[in-house]
Structures are given as C-alpha cells and as structure tokens.
Nanobody
Framework: QVQLVESGGGLVQSGGSLRLSCAAS????????MGWYRQAPGKQRELVAD???????DYGDSVKGRFSISWDNAKNTVYLQMNSLKPEDTAVYYC???????????????WGQGTQVTVSS
C-alpha cells in the first residue's frame, strides 16, 4: 500500500507564490516519476510538472518559466515551487507517483487526494 501526503495549497493573490510538497511512503520498490497534475472545474486533468528518476523534467506549457519542480530522493518527496501565480492557475492539484511495488511488477500510476490552490485577482 502507498500513501501520498500533500501539503502547501491555499489562497494567494495574483502574482504571489506557493510551494506544494508531496511525500510518498509505503510499499515502494522503485519510483519512475513524481509530479503534479491539476484539474479546474469543468476542465480535464492536465500536467503541471513531472520529474523523472534520471532528473529530467516535463512541464505543462502554461506553467513553463513560472513553476519549478524538484525531488528529494532520500525523502521520496517532490516539491513544486509556483511563482507569478495567475487566477487561471486556480485548480485542485494532485500529486502523481509512477512506481512499482516489486522488481517484476509493472510501473503503476498513483494519485494523491488533491490540494486546492486558489489565486485571487
């Protein structure tokens, strides 16, 4: 069983900053990627940022240059620094984990419960 503990969401004014964190624990043999997706009301869930075990990163187009993802391997924790926030960044942010519980078990995607980020204009 895997647990993802998310923190750092909240209310911020336009132009402000927030930092999200997500700590993974439990039956994890290996991690391929960790990151964040978001979903605004009436919209599909979309990639915010992922970081892969080799250190490469992938960002959604709308957050490039404003958001930065990092990963503390020792703590199995991923961080998302969000700067220059805009009202259109308002959404529920979900932690994403791609992992496997054993050597011969395929990689599996797992999601956190979500944390609300609201940016006021």
């Amino acid at each position: 069983q895997v647990q993802l503990v998310e923190s750092g969401g909240g209310l911020v004014q336009s132009g402000g900053s927030l930092r999200l964190s997500c700590a993974a624990s439990g039956s994890i043999f290996g991690i391929n990627a960790m990151g964040w997706y978001r979903q605004a009301p009436g919209k599909q869930r979309e990639l915010v940022a992922d970081i892969f075990s080799g250190g490469t990163t992938d960002y959604g187009d709308s957050v490039k240059g404003r958001f930065s993802i990092s990963w503390d391997n020792a703590k199995n924790t991923v961080y998302l620094q969000m700067n220059s926030l805009k009202p259109e960044d308002t959404a529920v942010y979900y932690c994403h984990l791609k992992y496997r519980p054993g050597r011969s078990i395929p990689w599996t995607n797992y999601w956190g419960q979500g944390t609300q980020v609201t940016v006021s204009s």
